[in-house]
């Protein structure tokens, strides 16, 4: 796809957030709940498989486009970009990592179906000394026992890419549908952020898997995969944040150009151009960081995960100090949860755990500088 058809894309995007998902941002919040009607229009529209290859129905997008898109909709309510992400995350990594077996089992549900790819357990989360769940060889394939909690979409999704221990102790990697006997959920979570993100876990108990369904070993090592959704969802997760940004700094200067203190306009004292330049200046920087991640992505440069990691840490700080200027910036007003910037700043405080903690991105920031 050349770059007039791209952005063809993203004016088709642009249009769907802003006439279909921003009059919906308050109503999803309250609700805790994506719209039926929404949903089917996103399907539509073929969203779902913006990054999915022509092969397979899709558009083949970059990761660059499609980070991109997925800041246009985050402008417009995060929850449903979040959503997305957790889609996207899981087709990029089916596509680098399936055999053909599975591409032609689930090429054509990736248009109406949504993906997930667990990791996190009660017993640990980025760390994964302590997942607990298993694989055991059997003939035709293998019985899958264990649980996963917190997935982005969990209980939405209808197929799963969990990461199991295997026999010899690494790490395997299976394409699990909900429809297989011995799957099941296990309750939604009851966060304070973007509520309008499905959030829930899954159970296992001895769920059998054909030779099939087992990701393609040859093309990873171990944690490859983890490490490569990992990768794939800060560069999104950044662009989302971006987009918190960039809805909080788009609240305040339409607040700022009709209020007025005495007979100045808000936005012409200088205590509130600080903070207005303030939120620009940290939505500016959150997007050349991540678009600076999907380009090298897009070119094949490993250092990308560099970069992912940067866009989703600095990101997810700033959009969280920038929610608090721009609360600070219109007033007491903004402190009502009938005004969209305390469902902002929730959302943003979410993205500091998704994905690894701000505190384990450090970590592997100050790893890599070494």
Not at 235 to 255: R, W
Not at 284 to 301: I, K, M, S
């Amino acid at each position: 796809m050349d770059d007039d058809d791209e952005q063809l894309v993203l004016d088709m995007v642009e249009e769907f957030a802003q006439t279909e998902v921003a009059p919906l941002d308050m109503q999803i919040d309250a609700e805790r709940k994506i719209p039926d009607e929404l949903f089917r229009k996103m399907v539509e529209l073929d969203l779902l498989a913006m990054n999915a290859p022509e092969e397979w129905g899709g558009v083949d997008l970059s990761l660059s486009t499609v980070s991109r898109a997925l800041e246009i909709v985050a402008r417009a309510n995060a929850s449903v970009a979040v959503m997305l992400q957790g889609q996207f995350k899981t087709i990029f990594q089916l596509r680098r990592f399936g055999n053909e077996q599975l591409w032609d089992e689930y090429k054509d549900k990736v248009h109406d179906t949504i993906f997930a790819f667990p990791m996190t357990e009660s017993t640990g989360g980025s760390n994964p000394d302590f997942i607990q769940s298993r694989s055991k060889k059997v003939d035709g394939g293998y019985i899958l026992n264990g649980s996963k909690v917190m997935i982005t979409n969990g209980g939405f999704a209808q197929v799963y890419i969990p990461m199991v221990k295997n026999e010899e102790g690494g790490f395997d990697f299976f394409v699990v549908d909900s429809s297989m006997e011995g799957f099941s959920f296990t309750g939604q979570e009851n966060f304070i952020g973007l509520t309008g993100t499905p959030i829930g876990g899954i159970s296992m108990k001895d769920l059998f898997v054909p030779d099939s369904h087992r990701m393609d070993p040859s093309l990873y090592k171990e944690l490859s995969i983890a490490d490569s959704a990992h990768a794939d969802a800060r560069v999104l997760m950044g662009a989302v944040l971006a987009g918190i940004q960039k809805h909080a700094l788009n609240e305040v200067l339409a607040f700022s150009q009709q209020r007025k203190a005495g007979n100045q306009y808000l936005w012409e004292l200088q205590a509130i151009q600080r903070k207005i330049a303030d939120i620009s200046m940290g939505y500016q920087n959150t997007r050349l960081l991540y678009q600076e991640a999907a380009a090298r992505r897009d070119a094949g440069d490993s250092s990308y995960f560099l970069f992912a990691t940067m866009a989703k840490a600095y990101g997810s700080r700033q959009a969280v100090s920038g929610g608090d200027d721009a609360m600070q910036a219109i007033g007491a007003v903004a402190y009502s949860a009938d005004f969209p910037i305390a469902h902002l700043i929730r959302d943003a405080r979410a993205m500091e755990f998704a994905e690894g903690s701000v505190e384990k991105m450090r970590t592997e920031i100050t790893k890599w500088e070494i």
